[in-house]
């Protein structure tokens, strides 16, 4: 077996489950042994119910004290447990699970496992797992892997096809030259791959992910190097001068431009009228003001007598730029001759679309990836801003400035990442800092909860939609299954209709919807038919709602803090006072206090060097951290001494050897080139 063989040839792998796999995105042996356990659990043993501690998982050896009461609320069935040991008493509740009323005798002695919590001065579990005592034991002090799953596909399954798929693979030599292993203390490949899937302690575990996670920086910073060497000094071939027309449009404002937001706009100035090709990145808080400084270029750009491009992630957020964008038009009269083009516009519109830009009738375009087509054709293509950049693949970006004859090239991003990073990371990238919010902003008002603050939390939330507002609840993910332990959009959904009045509009938004029903949802919310959203991370971007004033964050723990404060930067838009509320399903000291930062700060800047300190190589796995760079295991803050040491060694080996022609670095330059070389989704980059 070998990177490309197909998961058929696995034994157990048959057509049905070939299915299911390929909903993961896994369709060869390559794939799935790449498809890392997400985390592993380990099986301590029972403890008694007054040792067991809330926001911990225990396992707990009890008695059924009375006969199992169960109701109905909508489409949920409830069904409450009461159960005690020698030490205490505790409830526990399962969500439709009907069948286990007609199991679980009063008197009888069963064993659960499952997320200890209170309610009150009680301590109660949700969804707890029944074993058998037998079976329970055997498992007791292993390290269990725990995949990603979809829905019909259980983990066993995955550990068996994994299993089968390692003993059978036939590995390559190593592909790194013996001095970059020996100075990096590298685990060979095939010892990290073996024990990242079935580790036999903690301390094997952390250097074969730590050898994984060295190929994935490499591997990209390695293209990113070659990539910055193709566009550095590229001559400007589109000149820009300031004219009347940026200065009147700041003049007529009903603001000022921030010292920062002034000193970046110089940049842009500075770098457009230079006699070299600008590719700058521009790093902002979420409400710092980048687009308005993305706007002034792209009027400058019009005012020389050139076209301007402006991709954002979602058709959403496009149509928004496009209705603010054509305002400022109206008001300000603006030389700017917009047009939106989008995947979602009928043949007809496409076409007309095509023949303005193609003839400069039109001089800004705004869209989606709709603006790479292959059909459009620009008449002189001199700037290319894309918004919330790491949404878009670097190909992509590149398809799109060929469009032109190297045009400028303005990326922005929301994602506070640390500047020791962020040189490393935006290597082929001049980098400007939007620092400080406009002064009219209301800043955040932030609280970090357990779970017994759930009621008051929906009793706001309530408050909020009653005075016309909006609110958003994030889930870790989508439906059940995915994750033990954590809330899931589709579940909570139906929690959530359950908890508030029947008026309330209720929907759900996660990225396995297609498009076009996400992009429904999303205009939904933005037209205020829906009151409350519940999602998952993908509202992370591509969304502007001044009236949403509300974020609930569950299992805030499971996030990084960097991530976090992007989903509270969805609120605080408008003109009123806007809420933060993180719910952590642990209530350890460390959880609790890392969570806190949030709470004493609104500075993106300041919360990611804080991230940066914090999460050491113990906490090796959450949900992803930033969006930005999705890597499969690396975190580039939880491994930022990774990342600066493959940033290092890839430095060493171009200064040595820069088209990796030597004998020694052959087998670099053959990984290099395969379609497999590379560990990023560069689709999301």
Known sequence: MNQSTPITEIKGVGDKTRKLFEKLDITTVGDLLSHYPRDYETFGA???IAEAIPGQICAIHVTVTSIPNQKKVRNLTILNVNVRDTSGAMQLTFFNMPFLKKILKPGGYYLFRGLVQTRGAAKIMEQPKMYNYEEYQKQAGLLQPRYSLTKGLTNQAVQKAVKQALSLYTFEDEYYPEEISEKYDLLPREDALHTIHFPADFDALVQARRRLVFDEFFDFLLLLRKNKDLTAAL???????????????LEQMPFALTKAQKKVWQ????????PY?????IQGDVGSGKTIVAVLALLMCAANGFQGALMAPTEVLAMQHFETISGYVEKYHL??????????????????????????????IIGTHALIQDKVTYKNLALVVTDEQHRFGVRQREHLTEKGDTPHVLVMSATPIPRTLAIILYGDLHISVIDELPANRLPIKNCVVNTAYRPKAYEFIQKEVAAGRQAYVICPQVEEGELEDVENVVDYTEKLRSALPVGVQIAYLHGKMRPADKNKIMEEFAAHNIDVLVS?????????????????VENAERFGLAQLHQLRGRVGRGEYQSYCIFVSAKEQKETMERLQILNKSNDGFFIASEDLKLRGPGELFGIRQSGDFSFALGDIYTDASVLKQASEAVEELLLEDYDLSMEKHSLL???????????????TI
């Open 669 to 683: 330059r053959e990984h290099v080139q395969s379609p497999t070389g590379n560990n990023v989704d560069f689709r």
């Open 277 to 281: 090709c600008m590719n700058r990145l």
């Open 267 to 274: 940049e842009l100035r500075e770098d457009m009228g230079s």
């Open 46 to 48: 029972p403890v008694p």
């Open 335 to 364: 030389v700017f001759r917009p047009i939106l083009l989008v995947g979602s516009m009928t043949a007809k519109d496409k076409r007309e679309a095509y023949e303005k830009i193609a003839s400069g009738e039109v001089n800004l």
């Open 235 to 249: 001559p400007n071939s589109y000149p820009m001068y300031e004219t009347a027309d940026t200065v009147r449009f």
């Open 536 to 552: 998952t991370t993908v509202i992370e971007v591509g969304i502007n709602v001044p009236n949403a004033t509300v974020m609930m």
